[in-house]
Structure formats: structure tokens, C-alpha cells
């Protein structure tokens, strides 16, 4: 089955640590986001991913990194300099057609607890 | 920056009811896409809208893209229990390689049996 897979659906850490967050595809998709969700509020972008080995920030970058060392593979590290970073992640992704518009598809989430 | 504005931020309905969601924005968009988040899970795209003036339909559900480009709305007919979660309107300014969206802050939708 084609899709997005983000694990672990929930994740706990002690404040100071550093988490990374995995999320994968097999649609064959170029461009991957991350997003953050607080409760009552919209989707806010952290990063996003055209191609492999390019990457660039979005709105809230801040105490968050990422890479692309493969198509398939986009990983979030919630650093410890990330001041709240309490909340649900959520991982998409989306084919890059030129000339068209490009609708994305979200993976299920990462609730992550910083305790 | 550009900004979506869905309100009121909750709706209760009753079963069976139609209900109505708007999205506005200060700027216009070229693509409008319509998700719904189930409690815990990720958005699932319902319906996209490439053209002004442009009406979608995905079984109960009917969007249509607004001609000022500036707006969006949704709509359910003959609502159910499993309708319930929170409803997001997107939009995409550019094709191909900039093709960010700007979401809305959602609706969250309940559906009285």
C-alpha cells in the first residue's frame, strides 16, 4: 500500500533532549513538510523538502532540524532549544508536477511530551 | 502574511442536518483544498478546487472555489455521527516548485445523533 508512516504515534522525553521523529513515503513524492498542530490552531510549517539533499525553513523553524538524505525519508529533530515543543507533528508530503498544483497527504502524526 | 479565516471555530449540528463552512482570505489563492482531521490523526484531503467559479462534488460533500479567488466554501448534506472532526481549508498560491499551502485555523465540527 502506497502512503505516509510517521513513528511512534506517541513519544515522551525529558526536557533537554533532543528527539527525532521519523516520517517515510512510498508515493514516489518529491517534496515532504513537516507541520506542528497546537490545539486550536491551524497547520504552522516548520520545514520543507523539494529534493534530496535541499532543504528549507518555514515558519517556525526555530529549535527544529531536518534532513534529506533520501526521497523516501524526511526526519524532524526537536532540539532542546525548541521552547515548547509539547505538541502534535505532523508529516506530509506531496508530488511536484510542472505546471500543476500539488496537493498533500499527511501521515497519521507524532504526539510528542516533553515532561 | 497571507492568512485563512474559518469561523466559527465550532459547530453543532444535528444529524441528518446540512451544514456550511466559509474560508476567506485578504489575498487570493489558485488552488483551494478542503481536509478533515479525525481526533489523533492526520488531514485527509477531501476535495480540491483548481479554477475561480469551479463546484466539486465528492459524494455529500460540495466545495466550490469563489470567483473573487479570495474564498472558499464547503458543504455537507444530510449530515452523519461519523462527519464529526475538524474541517481545514488550504490555499496555494503558486504551481510546481513554491507550492507551499496556508491553511486555516479549522472547524470543528459536532453532529448530534
Known amino acids: 500500500d502506497g502512503g505516509i508512516t510517521q513513528s511512534p504515534k506517541y513519544l515522551f522525553r525529558k526536557e533537554g533532549q533532543n528527539v527525532t521523529l521519523s516520517c517515510e513515503q512510498n508515493?514516489?513524492?518529491?517534496?515532504m513538510y513537516w507541520y506542528r498542530q497546537d490545539p486550536g490552531q491551524g497547520l504552522r510549517l516548520i520545514y520543507y523538502?523539494?529534493?534530496?539533499?535541499?532543504?528549507q525553513k518555514g515558519d517556525i523553524a526555530e529549535g527544529y532540524s531536518v534532513s534529506r538524505e533520501k526521497k523516501e525519508s524526511f526526519p524532524l529533530t526537536v532540539t532542546s532549544a525548541q521552547k515548547n515543543p509539547t505538541a502534535f507533528y505532523l508529516c506530509?508530503?506531496?508530488?511536484?508536477?510542472?505546471?500543476?498544483?500539488?496537493?498533500?497527504?499527511f501521515g497519521p502524526g507524532t504526539r510528542l511530551t516533553v515532561l | 502574511g497571507q492568512q485563512l479565516n474559518q469561523s466559527p471555530q465550532s459547530m453543532f449540528i444535528q444529524e441528518g442536518e446540512d451544514v456550511s463552512m466559509n474560508c476567506t482570505s485578504s489575498?487570493?489563492?489558485?488552488?483551494w483544498l478542503w481536509y478533515k482531521q479525525d481526533p489523533g490523526e492526520g488531514p485527509v484531503l477531501l476535495i480540491a478546487?483548481?479554477?475561480?467559479?469551479e463546484l466539486t462534488s465528492n459524494g455529500r460533500l460540495t466545495a466550490q472555489f469563489g470567483i473573487t479567488r479570495k474564498d472558499s466554501f464547503l458543504n455537507i448534506s444530510a449530515s452523519i455521527p461519523s462527519d464529526v472532526g475538524i474541517y481545514f481549508c488550504?490555499?496555494?498560491?503558486?504551481?510546481?516548485?513554491?507550492?507551499?499551502?496556508?491553511f486555516g485555523k479549522g472547524i470543528t465540527l459536532s453532529v448530534r445523533p
Open positions: 489575498s487570493i489563492f489558485n488552488t
Open positions: 488550504a490555499g496555494q498560491l503558486s504551481a510546481g516548485a513554491n507550492s507551499k499551502l496556508t
Open positions: 478546487l483548481y479554477k475561480a467559479g
Open positions: 523538502s523539494q529534493i534530496v539533499n535541499d532543504f
Open positions: 508515493l514516489n513524492h518529491d517534496a
Open positions: 506530509a508530503s506531496s508530488p511536484l508536477r510542472a505546471g500543476g498544483f500539488n496537493e498533500q497527504f
